[in-house]
């Protein structure tokens, strides 16, 4: 089972931030947070991870909090090809093998 | 760097027959994982292979099986088909196995439909 809880969707206004958050109350100290996108009929598409200091790409930001058990997604200035499927995913440091537990996500739709 | 590719990307099959779909991983990538998308179930892990070994298995039967070639170009197949194996299947291809594989690279899915 995902460790990760998403809203199921979110709007965001084209132009503005995207704040896409996960709760991940249960997440132990050697794990991190993933987020990966799935745009409609594509394979998903890994954004960003971190473990605890706030990370930062060419994609986007990732903030955790300081208890580690949420984060937020933040997509500066979202587009129209920002509507996607968001998942948040806790992995382990140590964990065997490349497994990826995927939750339901949250669809995120960029309106003009 | 050309990204992953799978083959075909589309296909047609009967209860009862049997499929195989074909991964190329990234140049260099040693890690193919192979993964099912249903919309009822969602994304599920199928399996993992390293430099030809089997790493990882998910809940799947045992109608659901793969390989890694040496040139880590992977399979999976499929036998005796149900409906219910009517899905999109992703392969995923990272350089390592185990926690320090950050990143891992999806291909576009093979859309498998059984009728």
């Known amino acids: 089972d995902a460790k990760t809880t998403q809203p199921p969707s979110m709007d965001c206004a084209e132009g503005r931030a995207a704040n896409l958050p996960c709760n991940h109350s249960t997440i132990s100290g050697n794990e991190y947070v993933y987020w990966y996108r799935q745009i409609h009929s594509q394979g998903p598409q890994y954004i960003i991870h971190g473990l605890k200091n706030n990370e930062t790409n060419e994609m986007a930001s990732l903030i955790i909090t300081e208890d580690r058990k949420s984060s937020t997604l933040i997509l500066p200035h979202a587009t129209l090809r920002d509507t996607a499927v968001y998942y948040c995913?806790?992995?382990?440091?140590?964990?065997?093998?490349?497994?990826?537990?995927f939750g339901a996500g949250t669809i995120l739709r960029v309106k003009s | 760097k050309a990204g992953v590719t799978q083959t075909p990307r589309y296909l047609i099959k009967t209860r009862g027959q049997q499929v195989t779909l074909s991964c190329s991983p990234i140049?260099?990538?040693?890690?193919v994982s192979w993964y099912q998308q249903t919309p009822g179930q969602g994304l599920q892990f199928l399996f993992e292979y390293f430099s030809e070994t089997q790493r990882n298995k998910g809940n799947f039967p045992g109608r659901f099986s793969g390989r890694q070639f040496s040139n880590s170009r992977s399979e999976m197949n499929v036998s005796t088909l149900e409906l219910g194996d009517s899905a999109l299947y992703l392969c995923a291809s990272s350089l390592v196995t185990g926690g320090s594989s950050y990143e891992q690279y999806f291909g576009p899915g093979t859309r498998l439909t059984v009728t």
């Open positions: 140049s260099g990538h040693r890690s």
């Open positions: 995913i806790v992995r382990s440091q140590g964990e065997y093998g490349n497994k990826l537990v």
